[in-house]
């Protein structure tokens, strides 16, 4: 069975860094890309970006709103995937959740229950 | 960037009534070497993470039931739920996975009328 599962959430201030974790199990994670895709309270989904397997360099990909600000990376020794987040923002309060892609295509099949990140003072 | 727009932002439903979603992407998400259109449909109820109904455009994902269906091609795209059924309170949201950075639609919240 294919899990995933977020932690690192919490409250910082503005101006602040936080490091998400995303441990994942049930799947060949190193061979997979991972996704982070957040979600303001009462608002719609936001991509934040990607990293892909090590065969595809571990290319990553970000969102504008979060670029030279948030890095993403991944330890296939641990299964786990990262989301390093600097300068952070009141806009960027929100659920962090982790994906992986379905079986057959590049959408996000399986997701994690999600991590929550105030930035307030 | 690829913008995701849906239609309507909220739809009221009568149960065994059809629901009709509308997705339209700024450009064609139409990958012309595999014929494929990189759109997805999720189904997010509260206080869950989103969920997988369709991707291809009209492929549905393992065990989402028959009455969910997606169809379109290239930058307008269609989400049905054939007999609404209670369950299907949500919002459904329209992604697009063509390429970075991946867009969602704004999302469009189902009920019951």
């Known amino acids: 069975e294919v899990q995933l599962e977020e932690s690192g959430g919490g409250l910082v201030q503005p101006g602040g860094s936080l490091k998400l974790s995303c441990a994942v199990s049930g799947f060949t994670f190193s061979g997979s890309a991972m996704h982070w895709i957040r979600q303001a309270p009462g608002k719609g989904l936001e991509w934040v970006g990607r990293?892909?397997?090590?065969?595809?360099?571990?290319?990553?990909a970000y969102a504008a709103s979060v670029k030279d600000r948030f890095t993403i990376s991944r330890d296939d020794s641990k299964n786990t995937t990262y989301l390093q987040m600097n300068s952070l923002q009141s806009e960027d309060t929100a659920v962090y959740y982790c994906t992986k892609v379905a079986t057959g295509t590049t959408a996000s099949g399986f997701w994690g229950q999600g991590t929550l990140v105030t930035v307030s003072s | 960037d690829v913008v995701m727009t849906q239609s309507p932002d909220s739809l009221a439903v009568s149960l065994g009534e059809r629901a009709t979603i509308n997705c339209k992407s700024s450009q064609s998400v139409l990958y012309n070497s595999n014929n494929k259109n990189y759109l997805a449909w999720y189904q997010q109820k509260p206080g869950q993470p989103p969920k997988l109904l369709i991707y291809?455009?009209?492929t549905r994902e393992s065990g989402v039931p028959d009455r969910f269906s997606g169809s379109g091609s290239a930058t307008d795209f269609t989400l049905t739920i054939s007999s609404l059924q209670a369950e299907d309170v949500a919002v459904y949201y329209c992604?697009?996975?063509?390429?970075?950075?991946?867009?969602f639609g704004q999302g469009t919240k189902l009920e019951i009328k």
């Open positions: 291809w455009a009209s």
């Open positions: 992604q697009q996975y063509y390429g970075t950075p991946y867009s």
């Open positions: 990293i892909r397997s090590e065969a595809k360099n571990y290319a990553t």
